[in-house]
C-alpha cells in the first residue's frame, strides 16, 4: 500500500531532534501580555545570539492583547473586519489571531546542531501540540491539506472539524522561532475578525480547551506542553516568571 503524504509525515523519527549532551533548553514563562512588535524584536536577537553560540536554547512562553498576525502567505482579502492591530511577520503560513487565554510558545532551536530538516522539525510542533492535548483526553489531529492541529466535532454536523493550535515557523542562520499557539480559553469571537489560515470551508472553525469542556488554566497546560517538549527535544531549566516590560 502506498503512503499518504500526511501518514508520511507522521511516520517521521522525531527523536532526532533531542540534542546529547547540549545544554538544557531555557523556559521562560511572561505573566503578562506581552506586545508583538517587542516579542519580535527580542525572538531577532536571541536567534542571533543562539548562532552566535552565545547563549542557551530557549522556549518563551507568552500572551499577546488581542492582535492579527499575517504570515508570508497571508492575503489582505482574508482580514474581514481590522478590530485589532494587524503585523505582518515573516513566520510561514496565513492569518492568525493571537490574545488573552492562547498559550504562544516562541521556540527557538538551533536545528544545524541538532537536525537540519525543516519538514520533520514542522512535525515535530505537531507531535508537541497532540501530546499537550493528549494530557487533557483530547484527540488532536495532523489534516494534509490544513496547517495546525484538528479536533473533530461530530457534534456539529458531519465532516466538521475545529482548529485548536497554530504552527508558524521561520528559520536564521538554521534557529527556529516564532512557534505554536495552542487556544486554551481565548475569546473565540475575535476570530471572526479574518479568514483564520485561509480555510474558507464552513464545515471548519475554531475551539480551544475550555470549549471543549476542559476547565484548565495557562498553567496546567505549561505543565503538560513542558513535559512534552522535553520528550521530544531534551531537558529544560526554567527561569523564574515574569512581568512584561
Known sequence: MVNSPQNLRQELDLTSFS????EPVEWRISDAPVPYPQAVAEMEARVAAIAAGEV???VWLLEHPPLYTSGTSGKQTDLLNPRFPTFATGRGGQLTYHGPGQRVAYIML???RRRPDVRAYVASLEE?????????????ERR???VGVWVKRPDK???HEDKIAAIGVRLKRWVSFHGIAINVEPELSHFGG?????VTDA???VTSLVDLGQLVTLADVDVALRQAFEELFGPTRALLAEAAS
Open 128 to 140: 508537541l501540540i497532540l501530546k499537550t492535548l493528549a494530557a487533557f483526553n483530547i484527540r488532536g
Open 19 to 22: 540534542a546529547a549532551g547540549g
Open 203 to 205: 464545515r471548519y472553525g
Open 110 to 112: 538551533d536545528l544545524k
Open 194 to 198: 479574518i479568514v483564520p489560515c485561509g
Open 144 to 146: 494534509e491539506d490544513r
Open 56 to 58: 542557551p536554547e530557549l
Open 157 to 159: 454536523g458531519p465532516g
